[in-house]
């Protein structure tokens, strides 16, 4: 196939004005939205959190496993689900045998992802664990996800032909400023193609003027997955585990893997997630002995892991994402539209950022299809 070819497909493959690319992209929201509604439903102090990104998975797994069952159309996981507490920013999928469970007044953290024939729908949504519902949040905790909440609303609204990315990092950065909050550093927002999690074009979080992003301007036809990461403090991003707990194939690279075990752990992922991220644990489940195999599969590069990322210890991290579609009419958000915000109030106010006027702005947002499930009426935040 000539480059000109593959420059076609690319473009067919990814072109929002044909309806069966749009109605995958909405179908898998569909799918994301219902998942996490019930996992922050079972966000309960006493919870493993490794039963939750467990319910998740088997939820993503359960629900694309019933649609376009003709043919070979892959559908399934493209994130696995992630529980991450308090200082912990991101790719906390436990392990098993992990012991992690939610306490009164954690800051939990969700995000995860599907995908339809290779059209990935993603969120992150932050939540609080509150020993008294009836009371709202106050405090640190409450200042960080109201300042990551406003701050994802207002790049939703600027995310229309014409804008800078440049433009969305400051605003992003005025309003963490305005809850005395700070963008993490080394988080982004990124442009999204079909089995394409990071397609290049890039929106960080921080302004960062040693690793500066290239500017660029959103384009009619583009889809994004919007992820804005805040922090109480401007604290610097580590990742002290070096325990893979999420992995991806590097399809990119090759190498003849010694171990039996190796061969037959990489052939496992390749066959049962594609080139999408996957927990480690999903995959030990298969077999104990690939615990082994993905020790070579890693050193060498074929699988490369996605580590934990935490702040400082002290610290509280909230986190919001969705998946937009930028459509000719402005953004069209397709996840997180109606799921329940967390009952906090902060003595901050967004409208010292100067962005009232944009939050004022209508977002367009689908109508999700939800599954059958029972869950607990929304909780309002108070300001």
């Known amino acids: 196939m000539s480059l000109m070819e593959v420059d076609s497909r690319l473009d067919k ?36 959190v490794v039963d939750l990104c467990r319910l ?10 019933k649609i376009f069952k003709k043919g070979n159309l892959e559908r399934g996981i493209a994130y696995p689900t992630c529980v991450c507490l308090n200082e912990v920013v991101q790719n906390f999928s436990a392990l098993e045998d992990d012991g992690t469970v939610l306490k009164d007044g954690d800051v939990v953290k969700i995000n995860l992802g599907v995908h339809i024939d290779g059209y990935i729908s993603s ?12 009371q709202p949040v106050t405090g640190r905790s409450a200042d960080v996800v109201c300042a990551a909440y406003y701050a994802a609303q207002v790049a939703l609204r600027l995310l229309r032909p014409g804008t800078t990315s440049s433009d969305i990092t400051t605003a992003i950065s005025r309003v963490a400023s305005a809850f005395n909050c700070s963008p993490v550093a080394g988080t982004s927002s990124h442009q999204i193609k079909r ?6 074009q890039e929106i960080p979080n921080a302004i960062d003027d040693e690793t500066q992003a290239e500017e660029f301007e959103i384009t009619e036809g583009e889809a994004y997955t919007i992820d804005v990461v805040l922090s109480t403090s401007a604290g610097s991003y580590r990742e002290p585990d070096p325990r893979p707990l999420v992995l991806q ?7 003849a893997l010694k171990l039996k075990s190796s061969r037959a752990a990489y052939s496992e992922s390749a066959k049962r997630y594609g080139v999408f991220p996957f927990a480690t644990r999903e ?5 104990p002995k690939f615990r082994l195999g993905v020790q070579e599969c890693v050193a060498h590069g074929v699988l490369r892991p996605r580590l934990v990322g935490v702040v400082g210890g002290s610290e509280r991290v909230a986190r919001f994402a969705f998946t937009v579609l930028v459509m000719s009419s402005g953004p069209l958000t397709i996840t997180a539209g109606d799921l329940p915000m967390p009952y906090v109030h902060s003595d901050f106010s967004v409208d010292t950022a100067g962005y009232k006027d944009v939050l004022e702005g209508k977002a367009r947002t689908v109508k999700t299809k939800a599954l059958a499930i029972t869950e607990p009426g929304p909780q309002a935040m108070d300001m």
């Open 13 to 48: 493959d990814n072109n929002l004005s044909d309806p069966n690319v749009v109605t995958k992209y909405r179908t898998a929201a569909d799918i994301a939205n219902s998942v996490m509604r019930q996992v922050v439903v079972a966000c309960q102090a006493g919870r493993r």
């Open 283 to 287: 995959l030990f489940g298969v077999d």
């Open 56 to 65: 998740g998975d088997s939820l993503i797994s359960e629900a694309t496993g």
């Open 123 to 134: 969120l992150a949504h932050t939540t609080v664990i509150n020993p008294t519902p009836q």
């Open 195 to 200: 089995f394409i999690l990071e397609a290049g």
């Open 249 to 255: 194939r590097d399809v990119n690279t090759t190498y």
